[in-house]
């Protein structure tokens, strides 16, 4: 079952070319996918009744084009499988002319947060009848590498930053990772592709450290470190504007 | 002509309290005041027509009742007043029980984008007949007294900081500001009464610095300053849990 929720990009999802950020799209299609689960019986508060919640795993976003400010955006989204690990959900984003200007794939764990274990979606009541089976025809998210990378900024992890688990909200590290591109290349190429994993949760107070290396100015790799170790990878994809 | 808006409070407008956050209910006020000065053209669209633009001096914001994650508010707006420098709008918020929750008042300048000048309001239309009178029951929001204050933060202004007239996102400020009261105060205490005043625009590349002041942990002080000068003050006085 596939359904489609309506989005408006607001002044505050825009940056300096008055289009919507990688950053306030990433947080729409978490809003989706929320607001989808919710009401299918498989949301977080559904599954915090048996001290269960969902953790996004890896998420991979393509565009053609970015929506504009004021821009009426509808995300159709459907759950394309579940296994016992994982689930998996993709989107796709249409502008008003019913023109698909993205589209995005993402994978999903279930844990218990009390043991912060994964648990077994088999026995998750609601979703599987729901799967589709329906696959989106784009490359999925894949297991990025680990870079070398320069130190592009250190700083704690705030109050603003985090969420209601106390642990940061995922458009933070999203909005880490743009913000490690220079500015003038924003003026000169636009984001094709974006991979994100996200393989620790930092937690408030937490020191971090955002690496970028770029690979010829087009392909970026990013991680994000706390303390030493690699607690999100992602990738974003430039190409020149036409 | 008072009208209404519907929100609905989403996971990342909350803070580990599962409570709105300052930042989002400054957001939420000020997306109401847009979508209501564009449904009665004198939005930013508008404006941008002659080369104007609306711009946010003071907003003062008192709350009785922070709404949760997934929680439904209305607010209600008006424009008070319209004077030859600046006009009033103010807010009253809403839960689904019609209990006011909370109540804002905001001052407005209209500026020249070109030669970023204040402008006269008396000629802009429809705006005047649109100017209700009615007052707001709370303190209107102040000239902030400079503070001394202890730095509390500095750092370079981002990609993802700034909107698409390249100045740092209202939303921020508020971000910055509250990121400097200890966490352990916001479990023991809530905010009552925030004040802002908005002094200078911060641009894309400068160097800001945060300074706080508590005065005996209840009323907080801040400023963010540029370089020597301040661009921003703000205020949160809070209150300890009944």
């Known amino acids: 079952m596939k359904k489609s929720y309506s989005f408006q990009i607001q002044p505050q999802d ?8 990688l950053a ?3 947080n729409i299609l978490l809003t989706t996918a929320g607001f989808n689960a919710d009401e299918n019986g498989f949301g977080i508060r559904d599954l915090n009744k048996n001290d269960c919640s969902w953790v996004l795993l890896r998420l991979a976003v393509e565009m053609n084009i970015f929506p504009l400010q004021y821009e009426k955006i509808s995300i159709e989204t459907w759950v394309e499988e579940v296994s016992r690990a994982t689930t998996t959900r993709n989107f796709k984003i249409y502008n008003t002319n019913n023109q698909i200007i ?3 794939v993402s994978n999903w764990a279930m844990i218990n947060i009390i043991e912060r274990r994964a648990q077994d979606l088999s026995g ?9 089976g329906e696959k989106m025809d784009m490359e999925k998210p894949s297991k990025l590498h680990v870079i070398a990378g320069r130190l592009a900024d250190t700083f704690k992890v705030k109050y603003s930053h985090i969420d209601m688990n106390g642990h940061t909200n ?6 880490w990772v743009s913000d490690c591109i220079d500015i003038e ?5 636009k984001i094709k592709r974006f991979e994100i994993n996200f ?3 930092i937690l408030f107070g937490e020191e971090v450290s955002i690496f970028a290396d770029d690979l010829g100015n087009s392909d970026f790799r990013f991680e994000i470190r706390k303390n030493e170790s690699v607690a999100c990878k992602a990738r974003i994809v430039m190409t020149p504007y036409p």
Chains 1, 2 share one sequence.
Not at 14 to 21: M, R
Not at 185 to 189: A, G, L
């Open 199 to 201: 393989v620790n949760e």
């Open 102 to 104: 993205g589209k995005a």
């Open 14 to 21: 825009v940056d300096f070319q008055h289009k919507a950020t």
């Open 24 to 26: 306030a799209l990433t």
């Open 124 to 132: 998750l009541n609601g979703i599987h009848q729901f799967a589709t």
């Open 170 to 175: 995922s458009m933070r590290y999203v909005e």
């Open 185 to 189: 290349i924003y003026k000169q190429k």
